[in-house]
T-cell receptor, first 114, second 111 residues
Framework: GAVVSQHPSRVICKSGTSVKIECRSL??????MFWYRQFPKQSLMLMAT?????????EQGVEKDKFLINHASLTLSTLTVTSAHPEDSSFYIC??????????FGPGTRLTVT | LAKTTQPISMDSYEGQEVNITCSHN???????ITWYQQFPSQGPRFIIQ???TKVTNEVASLFIPADRKSSTLSLPRVSLSDTAVYYC????????????FGKGTMLLVSP
């Protein structure tokens, strides 16, 4: 399957600042990537679908102006959390859609907003 | 969307075979069944995917009865490192429901 990396693995930022999370597909050209958020002891929640070369599709309740997604190439999608607040603290995970339509996930990014 | 129901948790011991069943009574004709494993603070890992009968890979087996209203993930001879949350997802290939995670099953393997 596809190998997916994320950077950084952990980030701490102050309230009001922005933080960018990178998701890279290392060995697979990913037309479609997904961004999830996972709060402690909860399941994954889909935030948005990222399509290479076009605008992301956001799930209901996810603010597109707060969670900026850019998918400029077949190997890189970025999620920028703008004006972060403590309630944005979470585990953010990206995934790549494989050829069989299974997903391959990145290792996740732990965001803590102080 | 095909809704899935899994046990919240299961306990097992090292060396035993573990079977986790997922109910999906309203599975559609074009739906596939996909299982993922997630360790704490890690992204999920694809385990296996199937449509009907039995699928086996180096990690697990997936049993799907003829009516496809349920499926069973079978983990042979589990070890402590198999302690994780296991998610069953059902949906059309590329469809939205394949992106929707339920609560999953927390498997605890003890010595």
């Amino acid at each position: 399957g596809a190998v997916v990396s994320q950077h950084p693995s952990r980030v701490i930022c102050k309230s009001g600042t922005s933080v960018k999370i990178e998701c890279r597909s290392l060995d697979f050209q990913a037309t479609t990537m997904f961004w999830y958020r996972q709060f402690p002891k909860q399941s994954l929640m889909l935030m948005a679908t990222s399509n290479e070369g076009s605008k992301a599709t956001y799930e209901q309740g996810v603010e597109k102006d707060k969670f900026l997604i850019n998918h400029a190439s077949l190997t890189l999608s970025t999620l920028t959390v703008t004006s972060a607040h403590p309630e944005d603290s979470s585990f953010y995970i990206c995934s790549v859609l494989g050829e069989g339509y299974e997903q391959y996930f990145g290792p996740g990014t732990r965001l803590t907003v102080t | 969307l095909a809704k899935t129901t899994q046990p919240i948790s299961m306990d097992s011991y090292e060396g035993q075979e573990v079977n986790i069943t997922c109910s999906h009574n309203n599975i559609a004709t074009n739906d596939y069944i996909t299982w993922y494993q997630q360790f704490p603070s890690q992204g999920p890992r694809f385990i296996i995917q199937g449509y009907k009968t039995k699928v086996t890979n180096e990690v697990a087996s997936l049993f799907i009865p003829a009516d496809r209203k349920s499926s069973t993930l079978s983990l042979p001879r589990v070890s402590l490192s198999d302690t994780a949350v296991y998610y069953c997802l059902v949906g059309e290939v590329g469809g939205y429901s394949t992106l929707t995670f339920g609560k999953g099953t927390m498997l605890l393997v003890s010595p």
